[in-house]
């Protein structure tokens, strides 16, 4: 599978971004997809992921103010953030696994290139 994320950009504090990441090839409900995000001198984090039922894990950083979802027919994941913070500036990468989701990178299959995505007034 290709992945490839967008929706990245310029935003403001307590401002609001909807992050896409579009697969081709095989149809994404087979996969569970993870976005996780590379901060500058920073490692790579999961911020969130959803597994092929659905069920959904968030980092406690961005907890409450994201959402994951997914749109199996058109082959999409989105995560949707709000109230950004000038410490969710990273570039935002999404990523696929074949069993189940996992907040180490390292268990991720695929992966797309990032979108970044700048907290700033």
């Known amino acids: 599978v290709q992945l490839q994320a967008s929706g990245g950009g310029l935003v403001q504090p307590r401002g609001s971004l909807r992050l896409s990441c579009a697969a081709s090839g095989p149809s994404l409900d087979i996969f569970a997809i993870g976005w996780f995000r590379q901060g500058p001198g920073k490692e790579r984090e999961e911020v969130s992921c959803i597994n092929m039922g659905g069920t959904t894990d968030y980092a406690d950083s961005v907890k409450g103010r994201s959402t994951i979802s997914r749109d199996n027919v058109n082959n999409m994941v989105y995560l949707q953030m709000s109230n950004m913070k000038p410490e969710d500036t990273a570039v935002y990468y999404c990523?696929?696994?074949?069993?189940?989701?996992?907040?180490?990178?390292?268990?991720?299959?695929?992966w797309g290139k990032g979108t970044l995505v700048t907290v700033s007034s």
């Open positions: 990523a696929a696994a074949r069993l189940v989701c996992s907040a180490n990178a390292k268990m991720m299959d695929y």
